[in-house]
T-cell receptor, first 113, second 115 residues
Framework: QKEVEQNSGPLSVPEGAIASLNCTYS??????FFWYRQYSGKSPELIMF????GDKEDGRFTAQLNKASQYVSLLIRDSQPSDSATYLC?????????????FGQGTTLQVKP | EPEVTQTPSHQVTQMGQEVILRCVPI?????FYWYRQILGQKVEFLVS????????KSEIFDDQFSVERPDGSNFTLKIRSTKLEDSAMYFC?????????????FGPGTRLLVL
């Protein structure tokens, strides 16, 4: 069973701080990694994707991937109350060539004004 | 900006009834997916569809489920005889494919309640 694990939280940070969200995955053959944001009752919305080891930055968001440790993280700088949501880590596992995503259970982020 | 659309947004049905959930993927995308999310739980893969056939399905996607692309724009999920445990949010997603980005874009979802 291919697994994606996240701490469910809640992770609480003050406005303006850096929020760090973490995810581990079990399938070493996994190729693509995605972070989605999900507001309550809404659908997942893509934040970032990362395919290669290292860091990838997009505005206030930085994704970090370490395939050797099977670990992917998302940093949110200058956190805003509007960033309060559940962040889903999703992995395109190596054994599937159809692109199916395996999701973690999500980390709830609370940004306090 | 192109987006995935889904109808209806909410569906209430009686156990044992058939439901059809509809999706219009992004127009030039080639891969289509259905996922579901039971309240408070993970988003779970149901099925992927490419070139007018199912390319992969999960254990959840049993004989009660079917998918179809009846025309050039719609992609449907049918549940033949609904059970209480089918109550969930159902998301359609699409992906460009053909060497393009692997990103899947999700529709707004259909909330299905089986009574």
């Amino acid at each position: 069973q291919k697994e994606v694990e996240q701490n469910s939280g809640p992770l609480s940070v003050p406005e303006g701080a850096i929020a760090s969200l973490n995810c581990t995955y079990s399938d070493r053959g996994s190729q693509s990694f995605f972070w989605y944001r999900q507001y309550s009752g809404k659908s997942p919305e893509l934040i970032m994707f990362i395919y290669s080891n290292g860091d990838k930055e997009d505005g206030r968001f930085t994704a970090q991937l370490n395939k050797a440790s099977q670990y992917v993280s998302l940093l949110i700088r200058d956190s805003q109350p509007s960033d309060s949501a559940t962040y889903l880590c999703a992995v395109n596992i190596g054994s599937s060539n159809t692109g199916k995503l395996i999701f973690g259970q999500g980390t709830t982020l609370q940004v306090k004004p | 900006e192109p987006e995935v659309t889904q109808t209806p947004s909410h569906q209430v049905t009686q156990m044992g009834q058939e439901v059809i959930l509809r999706c219009v993927p992004i127009s030039n995308h080639l891969y289509f997916y259905w996922y579901r999310q039971i309240l408070g739980q993970k988003v779970e893969f149901l099925v992927s569809f490419y070139n007018n056939e199912i390319s992969e399905k999960s254990e959840i996607f049993d004989d009660q489920f079917s998918v179809e692309r009846p025309d050039g724009s719609n992609f449907t999920l049918k549940i033949r005889s609904t059970k209480l445990e089918d109550s969930a949010m159902y998301f359609c997603a699409s992906r460009l494919g053909l060497g393009g980005p692997e990103t899947q874009y999700f529709g707004p979802g259909t909330r299905l309640l089986v009574l």
